[in-house]
Every structure is written in C-alpha cells, then in structure tokens.
C-alpha cells in the first residue's frame, strides 16, 4: 500500500487562565502553511475520489457489456479505454455481399472483411435476416453453418444486433430499424 503524503496535523486549543491571564496551553497558529496543507489534503481526496467513481463506472458498463453476448465480448463497445474523458465507442462493422446466397450456402463472399472468425454477424436484405456465427474468414469473405433462408445479391452481413440468452443456449434476435440513442458523458 502506498503511503500516504498528507501530513495531518495535531491541533490545540490555545487555553488562558481567565483570572490570572496566564497561558496554560500555548495553542496551534493558524498560519498559511498549515491552512494550505488542509487545501491541498481536501483536494488530493476529491481528485482520488473522482478517480475512483469513475473507475467504478467503468467497471459497472463493462460489466453490464459482458452479459450481452459473451461470444462477441468486446466487439460491441471499445470499452471504456481512454484517459478522461472515459468514452464509448460503438463498432458498426458491416460488409456487402457480392453474390445471391441461398439456403445451405457457407461460404459469404464480401467487399470488406472486417470481421473475425467467432463472432457473430446478422445476414439480412429486405425480407429476411439470420444470426450466425463466423467460423472463418479468407481474403474475400467468410465461411459461417449452413444458411436457412435466401438473400439477394447486396444482402447486409453486419455486426449482430442480437442478443445470446444464456438460460436458452440461443440467440435472440434483436430489431432493426430507427433507434433513439441518449448520450450521457462518463467521466
């Protein structure tokens, strides 16, 4: 444990005889010396208990992070690792696809590849969507379990917006469409 720097100090009551006038306790002067080093311990306190809060923050949206998908965990959020300003940054990885893909197809060739092999990805165009782990990743797409439904050619490969229930052992599907985000400062 680190040691302490404040120097705390023992005061004393400056105590006179009422009838003799005599000083009986010579009491603590009240000097800009010592009444800084009270400023300086009040303020090394709140900057160690900001930090502190905020750490805790940190701690408790990471936390909270970690039960969304424990497969995909950290690709949601860059979590939290800046210097003050703390901040979220959320990753919206998406890709195209350059082929018609129909049901049984594996293989998802792409026009970026800006995935990893093990997270999950939702597949969709206007009628259909699907969540399916990425089992690998070549140069020019990626190789997922057998597809259950039909997408055009242009069909979205995005980072999932599901969610895994560990209770189910399954995927539940999040929605797509207009969200409305509130943004509140971490720091």
Do not use: C
Not at 24 to 41: D, H, K, L
Not at 64 to 81: A, I, S
Not at 120 to 128: G, M, P, S
């Amino acid at each position: 444990m680190q040691q302490n720097p404040y120097l705390k100090l023992l005061w004393h009551d400056h105590i006179v005889d009422t009838e003799s006038g005599v000083v009986i306790q010579e009491g603590t002067r009240f000097t800009a010396s010592r009444i800084n080093n009270i400023e300086n311990g009040v303020f090394d306190a709140y900057e160690l208990l900001m930090k502190a809060y905020a750490e805790r923050q940190r701690m408790q949206i990471e936390i909270e992070m970690l039960g969304r998908v424990k497969e995909n965990n950290g690709t949601f959020f860059d979590t939290l690792d800046g210097q003050p300003p703390k901040q979220l940054t959320r990753l919206m990885s998406a890709a195209v696809s350059q082929v018609a893909l129909v049901v049984g197809a594996t293989t998802v060739k792409l026009d970026a590849i800006p995935f990893k092999a093990g997270e999950y990805v939702t597949i969709y165009d206007d009628e259909q969507q699907e969540t399916v782990k990425i089992a690998t990743v070549t140069a020019t797409g990626i190789t997922v379990p057998a597809l259950t439904k039909v997408y055009k050619k242009g069909a979205r490969v995005a980072r999932t917006n599901a969610a895994f229930d560990a209770i189910r052992q399954q995927i539940i599907y999040g929605h797509w469409g207009t969200l409305k985000v509130s943004v509140m400062e971490v720091v």
